[in-house]
């Protein structure tokens, strides 16, 4: 049977090139990288070269990375560090209502320790208004934290535009780049911001390896303390082989980054466009344009995400759901909510994620499979039978 | 998540049952789009005894498997029988459920009873069946 992996959002295999270069480091160079002796300096210089490659990826300097064990813990590093190392000055925080939860719990947090947090809806296509930045800020306000894009619609939200105000303002601006980093160009510079998270397993790097981009002079609070390790700002044992990987991937990325967009876009256009042709009722969810190149967020009608899942699962075809039934809350995601998606229908919700690694066969593969599935289970429901009853009545 | 056992993946994938009963005796429609999971049971009554049972599901995994395993668990059974069914006795012929997914059990017995309520409407009788007032959902938490 065929396999075709549709879920790059989750994560991504390990490109061969990134495990080659860090097979080196569990066994041969294991080095503790504080350590002054020459085995511990191989490792340390390893370290160094994967931050310098780490840091060309987004336009920055090495001495502005601080490595990190995911995307989650750069997000909460940066909430939180930020928002207490500048509270002399202030103690206003904005975000938008559809950042992911490792913004949202920390802002939730810093809301318990005394700070206030304004949270900006969306239009309904997932894009965050500038203006809305800029009525919401108040004397009181230190940071602002708006992801570069989201991680299930794919919104490219305007980053340059609330950076200007943020500027202006003299606001600190923290981006979670995760979900863009690999797959389109993220530069420091031109999006204007003080801070950025992203992950390596995001675009064919090792989990467990990930960074936070600070400007130089920004402070911040390290969130995990009692090591010299990171400048001092984040202790604990180097993760050698992961960030050797991570620095071998962002090298990959930068110089593939354009082939990526290309190359995704036009088979994620061919999947959107066979489905379209093939299924009614469906909505395609997030922004027609400012959108991730290999993202592809769709809502049929009548159906619920997790049994398509699970039928796409025994067909090869691995994708995500953004049903209610899949959280332990039995929430459809607070995403679909925010840009106000019907709550019915968000509950048969995909997220089909495109990598290198997929063909055109593939997405050929996946129009085939997929109408069958929702057809069967539009048979099997009772929300559509209801419907085909109302359409018969109204035709009489 | 916890995965699904054999027994819940087979009654998803080859769901007995499936349907709608032309002037069924019984027609129990229970939860909410919003929640995930709507079932509806339709039932035919000969003598006391349940002779046919279908149903149609818009749901999860769960919610499918369990629907199919309520309609299996009923046919044949009295109307007494049937309203011992409880979600426990579903969700064990099933070979167990996730933990967060008890609720679709709680489901299949609420659409079953419902059914059997509306026989008992149809019929014009005093209707003697107790909804389960716990549905297991909960909203507030992420």
């Known amino acids: 049977m065929r396999t075709v992996y549709l879920d790059h959002a989750a994560t991504t295999p390990v490109h061969p090139k990134v495990l080659e270069a860090m097979l080196p480091y569990f066994s041969g160079t294991f080095g503790n990288p504080s350590n002054l002796h020459d085995i511990g300096r191989e490792a340390k210089n390893a370290v160094e070269e994967a931050r310098a490659k780490t840091a060309a990826l987004v336009g920055a300097t090495p001495g502005e990375i601080y490595f990190t064990s995911s995307g989650a813990e750069s997000n909460n590093f940066a909430l939180k560090g930020l928002a207490q190392a500048n509270s ?18 920390p802002a939730k947090t810093l809301e318990k320790s005394g700070f206030t947090v304004t949270y900006l809806p969306t239009d309904k296509e997932g894009l965050v208004n500038p203006d809305d930045v800029a009525k919401a800020i108040t004397k009181d306000t230190i940071l602002v934290s708006i992801m570069h894009a989201n991680n299930e619609i794919g919104t490219i939200e305007p980053i340059e535009a609330i950076s200007k105000i943020t500027r202006e303002k003299g606001i600190l601006f923290h981006t979670d780049a995760v979900a863009t980093t690999g797959w389109i160009p993220v530069n420091v510079g031109t999006l204007g911001v003080d801070a950025l998270s992203f992950s390596g397993h995001q675009f064919y790097g090792p989990k467990g390896a990930a960074a936070l981009f600070v400007r130089k002079g920004v402070r911040i609070k390290p969130q995990i303390e009692g090591g010299i390790q990171e400048d001092g700002r984040r202790a604990g044992t180097e993760n050698v082989p992961a960030l050797v990987g991570l620095g071998k991937a962002a090298e990959l990325a930068a110089a593939e980054v354009g082939n990526r967009m290309k190359y995704t876009s036009q088979l994620r256009d061919k999947l959107q466009k066979g489905l379209q042709d093939r299924i009614e009722d469906m909505v395609i969810n997030g922004h027609p344009v400012s959108r991730l190149p290999h993202n592809l967020n769709v809502s049929f009608w009548y159906v619920e995400g997790e049994s398509m899942l699970l039928f796409l699962n025994m067909e090869g075809i691995s994708v995500s759901s953004g049903s209610a039934c899949t959280s332990r809350s039995l929430k459809s995601s607070h995403v679909l909510t925010c840009i106000g998606t ?20 593939d997405i050929d593969y996946v129009i085939e499979k997929l109408p069958p599935i929702v057809q069967r289970l539009r048979e099997m429901s009772p929300l559509y039978e209801d419907m085909m009853k109302k359409k018969k009545a109204a035709a009489r | 998540m916890e995965q699904y056992s054999s027994k819940v993946m087979d009654h998803f994938a080859h769901p007995h049952n499936v349907g709608e009963i032309e002037n069924a005796d019984g027609v129990g429609t229970v939860g909410n789009p919003v ?57 064990e012929a099933l070979g167990g459920l996730p933990k967060v997914k008890m609720h679709c059990s709680v489901l299949a017995e609420e659409a079953l009873k419902s059914a059997l309520d509306d026989y008992y409407k149809k019929k014009g009788v005093a209707s003697p069946v107790k909804m389960p007032a716990e549905s297991g959902h909960e909203h507030d938490m992420e």
């Open chain 1, 88 to 105: 002399q000055k202030g103690k206003h925080i904005i975000v938008s209502q559809i950042e992911h939860f490792s913004i949202l719990h």
């Open chain 1, 342 to 361: 019907d709550a019915a229908v968000a509950n048969g919700t995909l997220l089909m994620t495109l990598g290198m690694g997929n063909s055109a066969e």
């Open chain 2, 35 to 91: 929640c995930g999971d709507v079932m509806r049971l339709y039932i035919k009554v000969d003598n006391n005894v349940i002779t046919d049972a279908k149903f149609k599901t818009f749901g999860c995994g769960a919610a499918i498997a369990t629907s199919s395993m309520v309609t299996d668990l009923v046919k044949g059974k009295s109307i007494d029988e049937a309203l011992k069914i409880s979600n426990a006795a579903v969700a």
